[in-house]
């Protein structure tokens, strides 16, 4: 599904990836694993096209990720950032502006799946009409997650996803994703509540390979 | 009516006026008399040479000579407005010279074919005075045009990506970024027009004045060349824009640092 084939990649003299190579099955939820500042983030902007790797290749479902693919494979995959930029403005806005790009106005935009979304992260209704410039850190990563899950991908690319959350929501967030068998999750944390359940494959980048 | 002429005395004269602020300077310590004289000197050294080049453009007027001097106008104004921006001139010359150019010469012969219209479309009268007006006040609405968008995308490259990750088009994420810097750019031009003859006689209308024309005259002009100064702004500022993101972006959409004069390498 994700493959990292030898990649090497490089900037400011300073090395991010040496001769990496990973792959991620379709249905699998991986777990990297890295010191933080070590760059671990530049796997998800490989895959995403943000990068290109300076030797080796990233490549999704079987296509090499390039200039013509990357805009194909982001409309299949699901991104959130570890800090989440949102913008400023209302929540119904930012929902509106996300279902109403092109590659998602197929969605429908189910009003209810939004509702029931909204309750199970323990969002208030009040919450669409709140800017979104006064969320918490944590509100504002629940809030992506929902906008994720709306988009109906079944790849997801979680980087540090719970690291505002409370333990409680911390849980609520992995089981939600590593219950669903038909979704991929790469995902970047440190959290126990990953890194303890019993589904999720580890992944050590500086060692270069798997955990027992 | 002619113009009355100013002497050389009277041009003394004139500067003798800027006593007045080099008492007060002095008198309350502004940190004034010197930019004051050197933007008096420079302002003086460049208008005399400007005029004695305009005085043998007029007195040649011909066409070839009036086109260059314009092709040079435009020069200078892509210089001046990438310069002012945080882009380094080398990326975006040649867009912003064609951008520029198509927003003027579309405005001038307009105006100089179908408005006034002239004999001779290069009349140096026509082409030199009115491409100086609209290159220098399309100059301003581009620097703020161009910056804002380059520096408000580089800012904001976190939440572009982001955009972008959800699966929108170049275009889709670009568009808030685009509509903003335009709007801006076009801001002070349009600020500018909804107090003009209130708060101040426009320049152009005071020098046709001057030059003897009646104000009934000159007001046409200014209405004239204020709707050939926003149409040339905006236009100008929507090409310049549309002609650097090919430069500017990778085919991945991804804003490329080593466009920025302070920032060399990659996005991380």
């Known amino acids: 599904m994700i493959r990292f084939d030898h990649v090497h990649l490089a900037f400011d003299g300073r090395k991010i990836f040496n001769d990496l190579s990973l792959e991620v099955q379709r249905g699998e939820k991986v777990v990297v694993l890295a010191k933080s500042g070590t760059g671990k983030s530049s796997l998800f902007s490989l895959v995403l096209g943000f990068l290109e790797p300076d030797e080796g290749q990233v490549s999704f479902d079987g296509q090499p990720v390039d200039e013509k693919s990357a805009w194909e494979i982001r409309q299949k995959i699901a991104y959130i950032d570890q800090d989440v930029s949102l913008g400023d403005g209302k929540i119904i806005d930012l929902f509106d502006f996300v279902l109403k790009l092109k590659a998602n106005i197929h969605l429908g935009g189910s009003r209810e799946r939004m509702q029931e979304l909204l309750q199970y992260f323990e969002f208030d209704q009040e919450i669409l009409t709140k800017d979104i410039e006064n969320l918490s850190g944590g509100e504002r990563q629940r809030l992506a997650i929902i906008i994720a899950v709306l988009l109906q991908r079944d790849v997801f690319l979680l980087d540090e996803v719970t690291s505002a959350l409370d333990k409680q929501l911390k849980k609520k967030v992995a089981d939600f994703f590593i219950a669903r068998q038909d979704w991929t999750c790469l995902v970047i944390s440190h959290d126990p509540v990953w890194l303890e359940n019993p589904e999720i494959k580890i992944f050590d980048l500086e060692e270069g390979g798997w955990k027992p | ?268």
């Not at chain 2, 005075?129 to 620097?143: D, Y």
């Open chain 2, 1 to 268: 009516m002619e113009t009355v002429d100013l002497s050389l005395v009277s041009l003394v004269l004139t500067f003798l006026l800027l006593v007045l602020p080099v008492v007060l300077s002095l008198k309350f310590g502004f940190a004034l008399i010197k930019p004051l004289f050197y933007a008096v000197g420079r302002m003086t050294v460049q208008l005399i040479l400007i005029g004695i080049f305009l005085k043998y453009l007029f007195l040649w007027n011909n066409t070839w000579i009036n086109f260059l001097w314009l092709i040079i106008m435009i020069t200078v104004a892509v210089f001046s407005a990438v310069r002012s921006s945080a882009i380094k001139i080398s990326k975006v010359f040649i867009p912003g010279f064609l951008s520029f150019s198509i927003a003027t010469f579309v405005v001038i012969f307009y105006l100089n074919m179908v408005v006034i219209p002239l004999d001779n479309v290069f009349d140096a009268r026509y082409l030199i005075v009115l491409g100086g007006m609209l290159l220098g006040n399309s100059l301003r609405g581009n620097i703020v045009g161009i910056s804002t968008f380059y520096e408000n995308i580089r800012k904001d490259a976190k939440k572009y990506l982001y955009v972008l990750s959800l699966g929108a088009s170049h275009y889709e994420a670009l568009l808030p970024y685009f509509r903003e810097s335009v709007q801006l750019a076009l801001k002070p031009t349009l600020a500018a027009m909804a107090t003009m003859g209130i708060v101040a006689l426009p320049g152009m209308m005071t020098g046709v004045i001057l030059g003897g024309a009646s104000p009934e005259v000159a007001i046409k002009y200014q209405i004239m060349i204020m709707i050939a100064i926003v149409v040339s702004t905006i236009t100008s500022v929507v090409l310049t824009i549309l002609m650097t993101l090919r430069v500017c972006f990778n085919r991945y959409g991804v804003l490329r640092r080593n466009v920025f004069v302070d920032v060399n390498g990659r996005i991380p």
